[in-house]
């Protein structure tokens, strides 16, 4: 019974992932430009478990998007780095996404309130 109820919380911790990978990405792209395995290491030093796979798909769509903008930079060293930063509507939906984050933590918060 327990490997089973361990199973579910993984699966549910996964999709808990997904569906905050994006505002994960905004938000460090908000300090400072990245390239794409920097922001790997950046939020798996947050440990948020995030694999190069899922973060280039999700990079791509943020560029097609407009919230991303993209400069390749090559310093001299090994081989060019492409580069994201966010544009300023990226920033402004970030800014929309954490009003959206905080009235989310604020109900949670009062569900799992004990009284």
Not at 25 to 49: E, F, I
Not at 63 to 69: C, D, I, L, P, T
Not at 98 to 113: C, H, I, K, P, Q
Request: charged share 25%; proline share 1%.
């Amino acid at each position: 019974m327990q490997d089973n109820v361990q199973t579910e919380v993984q699966a549910w911790r996964s999709q808990l992932r997904k569906g905050t990978l994006e505002l994960a990405v905004l938000l460090a792209l908000r300090k400072q430009r990245c390239y794409g395995l920097q922001l790997v290491d950046l939020l798996n030093a947050a440990s948020l478990g995030i694999s190069e796979g899922s973060i280039y798909p999700l990079l791509s769509r943020l560029r097609a998007e407009g919230k991303v903008q993209t400069e390749w930079v090559d310093s001299g060293v090994g081989h060019a780095h492409k580069y994201y930063e966010l544009t300023a509507h990226g920033r402004k939906v970030l800014e929309a996404m954490l009003v959206a984050w905080d009235e989310f933590s604020r109900a949670f918060a009062g569900l799992t309130a004990k009284n």
